[in-house]
């Protein structure tokens, strides 16, 4: 099946600094890829969707400014966090579809950011 | 505003028993419907998918249903495994964009 990888796998940092999530599709190119974040026990909340080649789609309650997303290649999107605070630790994974598949995903292994 | 309802409580069954999982969604007709498997700290594995046309799906020990009546889909696996312990999610297309709507998943622990 279709490979995709995140890096890092863990990440910690201090309050106010900025973290950069990497989502890779590894053997089949995206066009589209989704951005979730998972709380202990929630289920996935999708904050956006990403674009290559043009403006992500941010999900309602979702501030554009503080993820900022990047989709420069069809194998490539960034997720960047930036001035941190420990309320946005999380779980954070990318997906994405096949194009001409229905609509199942391949999710990455995903991202656990902690902030201090 | 549409919701998805999967068995809050966790499930336990024996080795070899059958289990049967239960996805219900409400103010939604979701044109397919998708299980997948997420073990802790990894992202979610998809497992299948089924039509709103489609009655029954099956890949091996799994078998998916779809009551588009009841609103309510089935998640069984036969002949479990303790390697089958995991959380299943249940997520249905939101309609456009290709974006999915998740249910909060139900834990399975399978005993030996």
């Known amino acids: 099946g279709a490979v995709v990888s995140q890096h890092p796998s863990r990440v910690i940092c201090k309050s106010g600094t900025s973290v950069k999530i990497e989502c890779r599709s590894l053997?089949?190119?995206?066009?589209?890829m989704f951005w979730y974040r998972q709380f202990p026990k929630q289920s996935l909340m999708l904050m956006a969707t990403?674009?290559?080649?043009?403006?992500?789609?941010?999900e309602q309650g979702v501030e554009k400014d503080k993820f900022l997303i990047n989709h420069a290649s069809l194998t490539l999107s960034t997720l960047t966090v930036t001035s941190a605070h420990p309320e946005d630790s999380s779980f954070y994974i990318c997906s994405a579809p096949i194009a001409g598949a229905l609509n199942e995903q391949f999710f990455g292994p995903g991202t656990r950011l902690t902030v201090l | 505003s549409q919701k998805i309802e999967q068995n809050s409580e966790a499930l336990n069954i024996q080795e070899g028993k059958t289990a049967t999982l239960t996805c219900n969604y409400t103010n939604y007709s979701p044109a397919y419907l998708q299980w997948y498997r997420q073990d802790p700290g990894r992202g979610p594995v998809f497992l299948l998918l089924i039509r709103e046309n489609e009655k029954e799906k099956r890949k091996e020990r799994l078998k998916v249903t779809f009551d588009t009546t009841l609103k309510q889909s089935l998640f069984h696996i036969t002949a479990s495994q303790p390697a089958d312990s995991a959380t299943y999610l249940c997520a249905l297309d939101a309609g456009n964009n290709r974006k999915l709507i998740w249910g909060l998943g139900t834990s399975l622990a399978v005993n030996p």
């Open positions: 990403s674009n290559e080649g043009s403006k992500a789609t941010y």
């Open positions: 053997d089949f190119q995206a066009t589209t």
